[in-house]
């Protein structure tokens, strides 16, 4: 008889507490994975400071997850106990502590995940899942929803990406392009046909331009917004900006940029800037659990993992094995990282 632990967070502002959870029981349509890998994301921390998007106390949180599978609810044909798994949990919009991700066993949905190839390590596999939803939702939705009350979701409305991918004519700003949010959308935005310009400190040029960035321009440079313009110009193919790191600083380039180049797409991970924005620039707030990401899950991880399509970065930094290192993977999260998933193998 398996025996559940998670590590609680009882209150804002405090400490995860590991202790005993109940074993979670699959609804239809779900999965319960044996966890092998969790990953940290900066909103891990974000929720654990400011309480944000948790419904009840005290919760389970953390939305990425690799492992086995465990057992299947009704209706899950395409997963059976023991395949290799890695999933999104969707504790973000549920609440339910059951579908948080720093536990040994999580409920997810079958239509947020993926068989992993036999060559794929739990400990890689795990960088992806909420990052994959994100570059998703900031590529493919064609039409705005909303991400919080009175704030839109962007509609870039591209095609699905492809396992053999053929250029399309168009160009994408990813700001941010080491972030893992800004690695996943330049690698689903080359396999969607596009060329990809993007923003990173030089010692990640080599990462974005591996993964299939045409150019790569350092952030902190001066030039910063005609270099990039530049770049977009050279074809008039642009589209817009996808900016992984959404700050006061990166939505003045963002809009400088998308002045010099008539307007556009302006994809945020957080809200999007309200100030001096031209009609010609549609913004909104990418919200990383959406299903216009189902496509994604069920027919491009795994075969793109096999390919080469889609790769398992940026490389995960394991930070300890067992739940009591999530805490510490927390605060190492809080700390900023660079070019790096910080994750807790289990
Ligand atoms: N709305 C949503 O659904 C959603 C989903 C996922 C994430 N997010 C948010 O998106 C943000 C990114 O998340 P993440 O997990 O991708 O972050 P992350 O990997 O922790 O970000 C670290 C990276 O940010 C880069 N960076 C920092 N400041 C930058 C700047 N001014 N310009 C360009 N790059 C900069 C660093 O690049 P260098 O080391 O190369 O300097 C570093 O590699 C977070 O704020 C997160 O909360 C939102």
């Known amino acids: 008889m398996s025996s559940n632990q998670a590590a609680w967070l009882d209150a804002k502002e405090i ?9 979670p029981v699959p609804q239809p349509n779900e999965i319960i994975v044996k966890n092998k890998a969790v990953a940290i994301n900066p909103l891990d921390w974000h929720m654990q400071d400011w309480g944000v998007f948790i419904q009840q106390w005290p919760t ?50 079958a239509n947020k995940t993926a068989i992993l190839p036999a060559s794929v390590a739990f400990e890689s596999a795990v960088v992806l899942p909420l990052a994959i939803e994100a570059a998703a939702c900031a590529l493919l939705k064609a039409t705005a929803g909303e991400a919080m009350p009175g704030v839109p979701t962007p509609a870039l409305g591209l095609a699905q990406p492809s396992l053999v991918p053929k250029p399309i004519g168009k160009t994408l700003v990813v700001y941010g392009g080491s972030s893992s949010v800004g690695v996943m959308t330049i690698q689903l935005a080359v396999a969607c046909g596009l060329k990809v310009v993007t923003t990173a400190s030089p010692k990640n040029f080599d990462l974005c331009k591996g993964i299939g960035a045409s150019s790569v321009f350092d952030y902190r440079d001066a030039d910063i917004v005609d270099k990039i313009a530049a770049a977009c110009k050279e074809d008039g193919s642009f589209v817009g900006i996808v900016d992984a790191i959404s700050t006061p600083e990166t939505y003045k380039h963002d809009l400088e940029i998308l002045s010099k180049l008539g307007g556009g797409h302006l994809a945020c991970t957080h809200p999007p800037p309200t100030e001096d924005v031209p009609d010609s620039v549609k913004a ?63």
């Not at 599978?69 to 890695?86: I, S, Y």
């Open 15 to 23: 400490a995860l507490r590991v202790g005993p959870a109940e074993m």
């Open 60 to 109: 389970i949180f953390g939305c990425d997850v690799a492992g086995e599978v465990h057992q299947v609810g009704a209706n899950v044909t395409q997963f059976k106990p023991g395949d290799r798994v890695v999933a999104h949990t969707i504790n973000l919009v549920t609440g339910k502590p059951q579908d948080g991700a720093f536990a040994l066993y999580t409920a997810v949905p």
């Open 284 to 346: 909104g707030m990418i919200f990383a659990v959406d299903e216009v990401a189902d496509p994604i899950w069920a027919n491009f991880i795994t075969p793109a993992l096999e390919n080469g399509t889609l790769k398992c970065l940026p490389a995960p930094e394991i930070v300890g094995n067992g739940l009591e290192h999530i805490q510490e993977a927390l605060d190492k999260s809080k700390a900023g990282v660079s070019a790096t998933k910080l994750i807790v193998t289990l």
